[in-house]
T-cell receptor, first 113, second 111 residues
């Protein structure tokens, strides 16, 4: 079975550019999560959706970050404008609702120069 | 904010040895999860625990949900080189889908 699919796997861009990260959750999963992983702060939840509706975006660092989930099989995380401190690995995860475990994609390694 | 204290932060062991790691929290969790992350990949679920006192095994891995609901441990028996990686604990409150992660424990296994 296909797991959570993220693209691109790597992104290198200059500061000020718009960055769009993509995620396809596991088919049938109702909840989708975006995380950021850094050495200093570990794994942090940015935002999560349930049935395509954003439930909690309290982890989104600032207005430069936005996330959408237009349908059950696709989500985007956008950073505009990007800054060097946004460099990190961004993970998407999905789960069936009701406290089922989250399954992670392989992440997007983002470098902002 | 909520924090999980995961210890130790790293361990260096010889192949064949057992290893134990634990997580503690200031909060009560309804679910404890243990994940392993290999370089360049996402965390992979190892064991999920749903009830205080629960003891669950997955091959050479054994994990327990602490009776106070504020801690959990993971044991790996008879370690092998492919056990190398970073192990994360994560806690989940009742009524929420949010996970709080520990900072991870980096395991090195010398052949």
């Amino acid at each position: 079975d296909a797991g959570v699919i993220q693209s691109p796997r790597h992104e290198v861009t200059e500061m000020g550019q718009e960055v769009t990260l993509r995620c396809k959750p596991i088919s049938g999963h109702n909840s989708l999560f975006w995380y950021r992983q850094t050495m200093m702060r570990g794994l942090e939840l940015l935002i999560y959706f349930n049935n395509n509706v954003p439930i909690d975006d309290s982890g989104m660092p600032e207005d430069r970050f936005s996330a959408k989930m237009p349908n059950a099989s696709f989500s985007t995380l956008k950073i505009q404008p990007s800054e060097p401190r946004d460099s990190a690995v961004y993970f998407c995860a999905s789960s069936l609702a009701d406290n089922q475990p989250q399954h992670f994609g392989d992440g997007t390694r983002l470098s902002i120069l | 904010g909520q924090q999980l204290n995961q210890s130790p932060q790293s361990m260096f062991i010889q192949e064949g040895e057992d290893v134990s790691m634990n997580c503690t929290s200031s909060s009560i969790f309804n679910t404890w999860l243990w994940y392993k992350q290999d370089p360049g990949e996402g965390p992979v679920l190892l064991i999920a625990l749903y009830k205080a006192g629960e003891l669950t095994s997955n091959g050479r891995l054994t994990a327990q949900f602490g009776i106070t609901r504020k801690d959990s441990f993971l044991n790996i028996s008879a370690s092998i080189p492919s056990d190398v990686g970073i192990y994360f604990c994560a806690g989940q409150w009742g009524g929420s889908e949010k996970l709080v992660f520990g900072k991870g424990m980096k395991l090195t296994v010398n052949p």
